[in-house]
T-cell receptor, first 112, second 113 residues
Framework: DAKTTQPPSMDCAEGRAANLPCNHS???????VYWYRQIHSQGPQYIIH???NNETNEMASLIITEDRKSSTLILPHATLRDTAVYYC?????????????FGKGTRLSVIA | DTGVSQDPRHKITKRGQNVTFRCDPI?????LYWYRQTLGQGPEFLTY????????KSRLLSDRFSAERPKGSFSTLEIQRTEQGDSAMYLC???????????FGPGTRLTVT
């Protein structure tokens, strides 16, 4: 799986949009971008994934650049409960679900 | 609760003792994964199963570690002769083959004194 680079930490004011960047400059054409988050003392939780088109679900939006070398996860109205470590992962969606390769992620602190 | 469950949630043991953790996946999920997470790091893959077959083992899984999934349902992870370096959170996840999402349990925190 390709390597990703994320800032170690970010702050966001409650109610504002949180924009979490991820660099994946060596991504291959058949690799997807996944985002998971881990709230303190819990297991990671899937957020969203995409290949090349922008994606949106009830939790977040994923914006992938046209060259696919970077992406941004957007939490449109961050709340205190969004404080967590966010992991950007690139992987091939191939024959089902293969093990995830996590980096260190970005620790997002949502501040009241 | 129909999520992934792990037992125990916390385990304190003395160096040299054996420990066993259990993971109950979501019903009908045929893939089960074990990860280990140390402080400040992301989870690291240890091993995974499809039904009862162990498909892959990480280099992190030394000879002291063994995992089983009898009958393709729950799984156990055993660590023999524990060392202080084994202190970590052990996470279990499950998925259905063909799906894109893994569902994680709350983890078992192991402390080796």
């Amino acid at each position: 799986d390709a390597k990703t680079t994320q800032p170690p930490s970010m702050d966001c004011a409650e109610g504002r949009a949180a924009n979490l960047p991820c660099n994946h400059s060596t991504i291959s054409g058949n690799e997807y971008v996944y985002w998971y988050r881990q709230i303190h003392s819990q297991g990671p939780q899937y957020i969203i994934h995409g290949l090349k088109n922008n994606e949106t679900n009830e939790m977040a939006s994923l914006i992938i650049t046209e060259d696919r070398k970077s992406s941004t996860l957007i939490l449109p109205h961050a709340t205190l409960r969004d404080t967590a470590v966010y992991y950007c992962i690139v992987r091939v969606l191939f024959f089902g679900n293969t093990p995830l390769v996590f980096g260190k992620g970005t620790r997002l602190s949502v501040i009241a | 609760d129909t999520g992934v469950s792990q037992d125990p949630r916390h385990k304190i043991t003395k160096r040299g003792q054996n420990v066993t953790f259990r993971c109950d996946p979501i019903s009908e999920h045929n893939r089960l994964y074990w990860y280990r997470q140390t402080l400040g790091q992301g989870p690291e893959f240890l091993t995974y199963f499809q039904n009862e077959a162990q498909l892959e083992k990480s280099r992190l899984l030394s000879d002291r570690f063994s995992a089983e999934r009898p009958k393709g349902s729950f799984s156990t992870l055993e660590i023999q002769r524990t060392e202080q370096g084994d202190s970590a959170m052990y996470l279990c996840a499950s998925s259905f083959k063909g799906s894109y999402e893994q569902y994680f349990g709350p983890g078992t925190r192991l402390t080796v004194t």
